[in-house]
């Protein structure tokens, strides 16, 4: 992918809280190194943790949080999932130093006509394997995290996810604050919703439909407010999804589904919103317009311009 199942009886996030979740000690265990052997970079390294296998470069302090930082996240993503899966391999995440490093890799990866390899920031999870570099330190976390959680759902779950549920899902990931030697979680996602504001006071909106069917690589690579946008609005779609009374229930079977693997191949991201969500896109599309309106604390007065 490129960059919230609650059972019953667990509390049910907040659609307008910003409290923080609670805090936990930003610590991994013991972290194994050994030099990676990569051509033309010597400082190469591999970091092994309980949950990871972790290829850097470069050097600073966001590397010597980074294994801390993936397990805790780790520990966030089953806690916001519900989805737990036995021990095996340490699941690999590569973070390099430079984009020249990460395209390089990226061609390796996918060709060198990739359209992967024009995102301008951040990273991508292909095949269960996260490949990110350097943005500035918070940003980079925040860019693991959402890959994290990706990767995780390939690991933890038998069929894969439409693509609007798998991004909606990898945003909850994004928003912690470190302090210390702690880290906390957000269930609301200031920065999605600072982004999703902007764009319905600009009157700037991206229909249910497309939402529900289009690559966030489609968006990424156009342009960043169409990157923004798509994301935003996705955050918001699995924030409504995950508080509503009514539509919560289709959220936690469709994710029951892919765990068990009962969503079949044929399968489109559309037709999986409609069989597990809600039939009747038309309301769905008012209900969805309005909820963001209130998530994101607009009055019915504001428009362009306010």
Request: charged share 20%.
């Amino acid at each position: 992918m490129l960059s919230v199942l609650i059972l019953a009886g667990c509390e049910v996030p907040s659609a307008t809280s910003d409290a923080p979740l609670k805090s936990v000690p930003l610590e991994s265990g013991r972290v194994h190194k050994e030099p990676w052997d990569v051509h033309g970079i010597a400082d190469g390294q591999i970091l092994h943790t309980e949950h990871y296998r972790i290829y850097i470069t470069g050097s600073g302090r966001v590397l010597t949080i980074l294994p801390g930082f993936l397990e805790a996240v780790y520990d966030r993503c089953a806690e916001t999932t519900g989805v737990t899966f036995p021990a095996r391999t340490p699941m690999p995440a590569y973070l390099l130093a430079t984009r020249d490093q990460w395209a390089d890799l990226t061609r390796h990866i996918f060709g060198p006509q990739s359209p992967a390899a024009k995102i301008d920031s951040g990273g991508y999870t292909y095949n269960g394997v996260t490949v990110c570099w350097r943005i500035g330190n918070k940003a980079t976390l925040a860019v693991m995290a959402h890959e994290a959680m990706h990767q995780y759902l390939h690991y933890g779950l038998i069929d894969r996810l439409p693509r609007w549920m798998d991004e909606a899902l990898a945003t909850t990931a994004e928003s912690y604050a470190i302090t210390g030697k702690s880290i906390r979680f957000y269930d609301r996602n200031s920065a999605r919703l600072a982004d999703l504001r902007n764009a319905l006071i600009e009157e700037r909106w991206l229909k249910l439909e497309p939402l529900l069917s289009d690559h966030s690589l489609k968006h990424i690579i156009k342009d960043d407010k169409s990157g923004q946008l798509y994301y935003a609005e996705i955050y918001a779609l699995g924030l409504m999804l995950r508080t509503h009374p009514i539509y919560r229930e289709g959220w936690v079977k469709l994710m029951d589904a892919a765990r068990l693997g009962r969503l079949g191949p044929q399968a489109t991201p559309l037709s999986v919103f409609q069989t597990y969500i809600t039939s009747d896109l038309e309301l769905f599309a008012t209900e969805f317009r309005a909820f963001c309106r209130t998530v994101c604390r607009l009055g019915e007065d504001e428009s362009q311009g306010s």
